[in-house]
């Protein structure tokens, strides 16, 4: 089974950028849907995009309004999501997930298998 490892959250302020990485290892992620979700203290986790194993992407239009782009490296079996704009509700714990690909991309997390550790991203203003 394929396993994820993020990275690169941290502080930052209000109008930063950050970019998250979900390195894989145990497998090509290429092969996968990956998609990205987060969590703030005390509410669900939420799912924010996608990304599918043909390279089409999918985003919470809602929450993330053109200013998170998801994209895949497959040379470093890496998936990123650049995150701009960013808002002091952005902050949250950012987790990276993988599922074998279907024909729809869900947002229910109780549909994707391999969860990373996550990664913290707090925005001041």
């Known amino acids: 089974q394929v396993r994820l490892v993020e990275s690169g959250g941290g502080l930052v302020q209000a109008g930063g950028s950050l970019r998250l990485s979900c390195a894989a290892s145990?497998?090509?992620?290429?092969?996968?849907?990956i998609g990205w979700f987060r969590q703030a203290p005390g509410k669900e986790r939420q799912f924010v995009a996608a990304?599918?194993?043909?390279?089409?992407?999918?985003y919470d239009v809602d929450s993330v309004k053109g200013r998170f782009t998801i994209s895949r490296d497959n040379a470093k079996n890496t998936v990123y999501l650049q995150l701009n704009s960013l808002k002091p509700e952005d902050t949250a714990a950012y987790y990276c997930?993988?599922?074998?690909?279907?024909?729809?991309?869900?947002?229910?997390?109780?549909?994707?298998?391999?969860w990373g550790q996550g990664t913290q991203v707090t925005v001041s203003s």
């Open positions: 997930a993988a599922r074998r690909p279907t024909t729809i991309i869900p947002t229910q997390t109780t549909n994707w298998g391999s």
């Open positions: 145990g497998g090509t992620i290429s092969t996968y849907d």
């Open positions: 990304i599918n194993w043909i390279g089409r992407n999918t």
